[in-house]
Structures are given as C-alpha cells and as structure tokens.
C-alpha cells in the first residue's frame, strides 16, 4: 500500500499541485513512512522527470493489417498449424507412463531436450489465438492442455514434464546430489531450461488465451517445484542455477503476480543467479565469452522481479545489462553473439568470419526484455531498438513460405537455412513460433487515459475499457508516413503520444491533424504529444522522413580497418550476391541441419566499399527510381563485377548469399588491404578444406552436437577462448568422414604445466601428454595421427576422443579439438 500511496502523490505532483499544499496534505504520511525516505525521493524524482509506467494492449486488442507483419503471422499460423500436437506430446505422456498417441518428434525433441518445442507450443497458440481469433487455436490449445493434465495427474505429485529420466533426476536433486555445468544438470541436457518453457506455456495459456485450466495444471507444477527445492540451501539451489535454466525467476515471480503466494515471489529470488546478478548490480561488464542466451532470460526475471517489488537496484542492474549487450555488443539488425556467446566488446572479427552469428533466441529475449524496460519507464531509445531489430532480425528470420533460421551470418557472401514443420526442433523454431504470432504487443500502448504509438505497422487498435478504436493505415517503410484515424465511441479529450524516432530529421517530422500541421514539441523521452477532443474520423498524419546512414562495427578486429552496413531510417540494407551452392538451405534432422555448412566462399573475392578517409559512404547511396527501398552503390562498390548490386530491405532477402557488412578501404590502400584479407583467407580456408569435425570445447552447442561426456571436468575462459579440462575425464565423438579424418590437432595454452594425461581414441591409447609450461604465452596446436588400425576397425561414421587426467593431476585445458584429412 505505501507504493500505492506514493504512486498517487506523485500522481498529484505531476498535474501540477503547489507543492506548499502538497507537503501540508501530506506531512503526516511522510513522516509515518519516514523509514521509507530514500524511496520516497526517487519516486518523486522519477515523477518529476517525467517518468510514468506503461501498460501494453493484450493482443486480442490488436490486429495487423495488410503488410509483411501480417503476411509473417499468417506463415507463422500455417506452419503451426502443420504442426502435430501429438507428436509433440508424446514426451510428457512417455514420462508419465502413459500411451503417447503418436510417435515423438526427432532432432533435438528425441535427444535430451524432449518437451521444449511442446512448451513453446502453448505459448506460440496462446498468442495466435489472441492475436486473430481462430478457434482451431484454441481448441489445439485446450486439447494440449487436457493431455498434459492427464499427464500431471498419473504422475500424482504435480510434476509434468518431457525429460528422459527426469523423475530420478528430480529425486537426486531434492536429496541434495546436485552435479552442474554450463549445459548439464545431473547428466541431463538443461533440464531447468527446458521445464521452463512448459511454466512459460501455461502461464501464457492463461494469461494470454484466458483459459483457467492451464493456471490450475501451472500452480500445481509451481508447488511441485517448491516442494522439490524446499529441503535444499540457498547455495545448493545457487549450484543448480550454474546451468542453463531460461528465465526460471521470471515465470516464478508471474506465478506470485498470479496467485498471491508470497513463496513464489521468494522462490523467484533464489532462482536468480547471483554471480550474474552481483556483477550488474556493481555495473561491471564481464559478459565476454558467457553464453548469452543463458544470461538475457536471468535479466529478464531481475527486471520482473524489481517491478513487483519495485526494487530500484535490480532495475537499474537490468537497464545495465540492456545497454551494454545493446550499444556495445550487437549489430546493426539488432541481433548479438558469435556460436551463441558474447563477443569482446571491442573485437568483432569473429561474428565477421563465423557461419554461427547472431542467434533468433537471443533477439527474441531482448525484445522481451526491451518491451519490459520500456513499460517501467518510457523512452524512445528502447523502441527505437525494439524497432531495428523487429524488422530487420525477427521479420527476416522466417521464410515466405515458413520455416526458422537459427544463425544469422553476417560473413559476406554466406546465407542461412531454415527448419521444416516435421523436422529441426531447434530453441530458434519454438522462439520463432512465438515470435510472429506477438507483433501487436508493443505497436501501442497506454496510460490510464492516454495512448502511445510506439511503432508504424499496420493495424488496428480496440481500446475496449475506452471504447476507442484507432486504425493505422501505412505501407512504411516503403512510404515515409502513417495515417492514423481516431474512432472514439463518443467525442472526448485525451492525448496521442507519437514517438519521434531517433532516425528521423530533426525539423522535417511533422505531425497534422485533419491535413492541418500541428506545432509540437519532443519530450524528453522522445515523444510528441497532440491533445484534444477527438471526435470520429479524425486523423493523424505523420511524416516519417528516412535518410541512409553508415553504421559501423566497432575496430572489428582488423587493425585499421572498417567494416560498414547502410541502413535506412531503421532499415537494414543488404545486397543479394548470388544463390549458388546453398548446401542445407532447408534443415533435415542432422546434428548441425541448423547451420549453413555450405562452402565458404573467400572473403577477399567479396565486394568492397571504396571510400576515402573522412568522407561518409552513404551520401553515395543511390534511390532507384520506381523501385521502393531499393538502392545503388556503383561509385562505391569494387570490384566492377558487383557495381550494379543492389541494396534492399535484409528482411526481404531469402534463399541467397547476402552483403550485410562491407568492407571499407582508400582507394590507395585497397591493393594492401586485399592482399591481407587474401593471405589469413587462403590459411583459414585451407584449414577448413582439411577439417572432417570439430568441436569448440567448452561452448555449449558444438559440445552438445558432439555428444559430450565426462566426470570431474570443468570449463572456463582465458583470452577469449574457452577451453574445458578435467580431473576425471571427457570425451566426444567427432565425424571422420569416412574414415578421412586421420589427424587429431588439439589447441593448448603454452603457459599449461604440470598437467599430465591421456589422449584416446575408440578406447585405444594415441598418445600421452605431459604439459611443463614451455610453450611460451600464446595458444599453441599438437598434431596426432591416427593409426590406420584403429580407424580400419571403426564401423560408425563417429570416433570417441577421450581426455583422461594422469597421477592426481589433471588434463590440459583444451581449447579446440579439430579432425582433418591428411
């Protein structure tokens, strides 16, 4: 109640009372809550600042209109509805012992993640259900529910779940057994994470579809989860939280919002990870080299919890984190990481030369995350991203004719490839199930009496509670405006607040009503705001002027050079180079069916940007005429074979190899500057050419594809590269290419000493290593050949390498393991 109170004299500051008379109304409440002072005076400066939480229009308040978000969700529907909600079952009915209807899914639903794709599913229907009213949604939803219920009552204690020997796991760890890494929870693959996404599911089911048997099934998994953790520590349940675990804290802290139960509210903070928490609550940035996936969801659940608990240190910790991964760590689509991980800020050469960049998860985390900060206290900078990367990450990351991309490179002259409705189970397919389905989340929102238009998509807005209906009509950004029409159910007075994008010209946006210009000022969270009595038919007319800009990757890690992507208003623009060799362009079942293995082409044959020190590129970007959004470069773009490319919307782009990042060299220094890029390709390229299989140790997915084992082993970080090393042992299993793969290169760290082991292969000794630290203080790589006997005896296209420590020592710290051809 006392934030309550403070919340309404705020309120009274705000419009405008003297203060004098305010302190006198209020002199007897300040001095009960004399205990709460230091809050009392943030509360007033944020009020003071302009500062006032929003709320966002449920989804069924909202439709799309004609436009490539609504042709998105359509996709979106059709392959959800392609989808078999039996198979997608089958793992919760397995676990509890019963009959599944239909055979399990493949891929990552029949290989340790069983159930995670199920508990998008809720999700991705309960939006899709709010969002356009099909009742087939809802009754696939309310027969997904009926089952799992099902489900929940053979099991008898509350618990559902998918995962292969979950119900002995979950017993260990209520004991107190509790062995965690990175990936692995008690031998299982992130248990945590995958049951989050089953809380996640019902809670929307029943938040956002409205159905009460779905927070029933939710409050009896949420006690059972309670009960499971209750007999073990804070520290026990810390360990627990070293692997993956989703936004476990977030769904906890919606079931108290929820139900009232202050135990979940409690449950949610001991589900948040300290060790990340610690770090952003000093504002220190040490996200280089972390997971990121595994981190954003955890923010998400401290930003959660500060708002119900309106605990300003864990906000600002969440804000931290948002500007950090935002303004230092990701690229101009709005997407971060390289093979799932954080970057150093101030190196970008690998998300240059990698085929893994941004990954569609992480973007969709941001976005929540984006959408969360934004409503706690509104400014034009979080929507200003919230737009980049809707557009240009999100809308691009499902094809015309369905299908889900995982990696976004942003190598030149690479592609992606995309899931099928009955294969590839990726976290990328259940994230993008949802995605589409939610655009109408955050195009508006609102206030107790007034309305804020956020973003310029076609749609139509019914404020039911207001009676009001708007309806905005634009084909943005191929048209540089938006027409807004007001339908109140009676004439009445309140505000628009319109943002002013942080692209558009300063001067030329413009705002009229009726065809009648309006004089308008920006806020300081960077909106205008146009107030009067608006009757039926009225309409805004907003000009949203966009010019082309440079946007350059930070240093990139080549020296002095540039590396460039155009963006227009805040459109990505990328260029189409060719479609030849799209190896995997459409992902079967493989271990990586979700990364696009096909030939690299060499960077140094990539088109160019020639530009002279000091001069801005894009001035040189050229409309062509007739052809919306569509661009030219010729006096810019080397060599002559590529001068006639041209520039459109990323979003528009499939089933081709692409130009998002472009190199940017003087016309003196390009003969230097090729040669360069030339000479690290031909060794890079080579390299790869010779390599059958490789594993990046100590990075969750290439372990994981590469089925990891071990006992006593550990990973960690050291110069930006992660390695993985042991007291016991640990092994994987690496492709040899029909029997191809006859050299084993390891990479160390040439400081390493006093480590002794051994390397095997097939259970077979290939060598003995005996580290004394004499390598000097750069990474090094031993070659081991494989003798031909053991490869002759191998019947699988895998072999098993296998580190096992040596004496009470233990292994090196392995930093990358790569098979090759002779």
């Given amino acids: 109640m006392f934030f309550v109170h403070l919340k309404n004299i705020c309120f009274v500051i705000s419009e405008g009372t003297e203060v004098q008379t305010f302190f006198r109304n209020t002199k007897k409440q300040i001095m ?12 007033l400066l944020s009020s003071w600042s302009g500062a006032q939480s929003l709320e966002s229009f449920a989804l069924s308040e909202v439709e799309l209109l004609p436009g490539p978000f609504y042709r998105a969700q359509q996709t979106d529907m059709k392959y959800i509805l392609e989808m078999d909600t039996d198979r997608l079952l089958a793992p919760f009915l397995i676990d509890a012992g019963l009959e599944p209807r239909a055979e399990r899914y493949g891929n990552w639903e029949h290989t340790g993640l069983d159930g995670h794709i ?32 099902r489900c929940q009552e053979a099991n008898g204690d509350g618990y559902i779940g998918g995962i292969p020997g979950g119900h002995d796991m979950w017993k260990e760890i209520a004991a107190g057994h509790i062995e965690a890494a990175g990936f692995s929870l008690n031998g299982k693959w992130v248990p945590l994470y995958n049951i989050h996404k089953l809380f996640a599911g019902l809670r929307d089911a029943f938040q956002i579809a409205g159905i009460p048997e779905a927070k029933e099934l939710l409050e009896e998994l949420s006690s059972w989860l309670a009960d499971t953790v209750s007999g073990l520590s804070d520290a026990q349940i810390q360990q627990m939280l070293i692997s993956e675990h989703g936004g476990m804290n977030e769904v906890l802290a919606d079931v108290y919002a929820m139900t009232g139960d202050k135990k979940y509210l409690l449950l949610a903070e001991k589900f948040s990870h300290q060790q990340i928490l610690q770090l952003l609550l000093e504002q220190r940035d040490e996200l280089t080299g972390l997971h990121a996936n595994t981190q954003i969801p955890k923010v998400i659940g401290f930003e959660r919890i500060a708002g119900l608990k309106e605990d300003k240190e864990w906000e600002e910790a969440s804000r931290f984190f948002w500007k950090n991964v935002v303004e230092e760590r990701s690229v101009s689509i709005g997407g971060n990481s390289v093979r799932e991980h954080f970057h150093p800020v101030q190196d970008f050469s690998a998300m240059l030369e990698s085929t893994q960049g941004p990954e569609t998860c992480n973007t969709y985390n941001m976005l929540r995350l984006t959408k969360m900060l934004f409503l706690s206290r509104p400014d034009s900078k979080y929507i200003d991203y919230f737009e980049r990367a809707l557009f240009n990450h ?47 989340s955050l195009i508006y929102a609102h206030d107790q009496t007034d309305v804020y238009v956020n973003l310029f998509i076609a749609s139509g807005l019914h404020w039911k509670e207001k009676g009001l209906r708007l309806v905005q009509e634009t084909t943005f950004p191929e048209e540089e405006q938006t027409r807004i029409t007001i339908h109140p ?7 628009i607040h319109i943002r002013k994008p942080g692209w558009a010209d300063r001067g030329v946006f413009r705002v009229a009503v009726n065809g009648k210009p309006q004089r308008t000022s920006v806020s300081e969270s960077g909106y205008i705001t146009v107030e009067r009595k608006w009757k039926k038919g009225d309409q805004l007319t907003v000009s949203l002027p966009m010019h082309t800009s440079a946007s350059y990757l930070s240093a990139a890690g080549t020296g002095t050079s540039r590396w460039i992507s155009f963006v227009h208003g805040p459109i990505v623009l990328a260029a189409v180079t060719d479609t ?17 293995n096909g030939r690299l082409y060499p960077m140094d044959e990539a088109p160019m940007i020639v530009s002279e020190a ?19 470069a010729p006096e ?53 050419a010779r390599t059958t299989d490789q594993v990046a140790t100590g990075e969750q997915q290439p372990e994981t594809e590469h089925h990891f084992k071990g006992e006593k082993t550990d990973t960690g970080l050291h110069d930006g590269h992660f390695w993985r090393d042991a007291a016991g042992w640990f092994s994987y299993e690496l492709n040899h290419g029909e029997k191809t793969g006859k050299t084993l290169r390891i990479t160390y760290a040439g400081k390493d000493k006093d480590r002794n ?31 031909e006997d053991i490869l002759r005896d191998t019947e699988t296209p895998e072999i098993e390498v296998k580190f096992s420590a040596l004496n009470g020592t233990r292994t090196g710290r392995i930093y990358h393991v790569r098979l090759m051809t002779e």
């Fill in 614 to 632: 000091g001069e801005d590129p894009s001035e040189n970007i050229k409309p062509v005429a007739g052809n919306p959004m569509t661009f030219t």
């Fill in 489 to 495: 159910e009676n004439p009445s007075r309140f505000k």
């Fill in 580 to 596: 030849t060799e799209l190896s995997g362009l459409l992902a079967d079942d493989s271990r990586m069916g979700h990364v696009a």
């Fill in 636 to 688: 810019l773009i080397y060599p002559e074979k590529y001068k006639k490319l041209q520039l459109v919307p990323f979003y528009t782009i499939h089933d081709a190899r692409y130009m998002i990042y472009w190199p940017v060299t003087p016309e003196n220094e390009l003969k230097d500057k090729l040669t360069a890029i030339r000479e690290k390709e031909e060794k890079f390229l080579a390299l790869e």
């Fill in 118 to 149: 199920g508990g998008h599913y809720l999700s991705a229907l309960a939006m899709m259900y709010a969002a356009t009213g099909r009742a087939e949604l809802r009754d696939r939803l309310e027969y997904m529910l009926g089952e799992l219920k």
């Fill in 757 to 787: 082991f051994s390397i095997f292969v097939n259970n077979r000794l290939l060598a003995q290593v005996r580290q004394d630290g004499t390598h000097g203080d750069d990474f090094y790589e031993k070659d081991y050949d494989i003798p």
């Fill in 394 to 440: 999100i809308l691009s990351s499902q094809h015309p004719d369905g299908g889900f991309v995982y990696f976004t490179p942003m190598r030149p002259r690479h592609y992606r490839v995309y899931s099928q409705p009955q294969e590839g189970f990726w976290c990328c397919v259940g994230s993008g199930l949802e995605n589409h389905g939610k655009y109408g």
């Fill in 32 to 43: 009960r809550f004399k205990n709460y002072l230091p809050v009392l005076i943030w509360v």
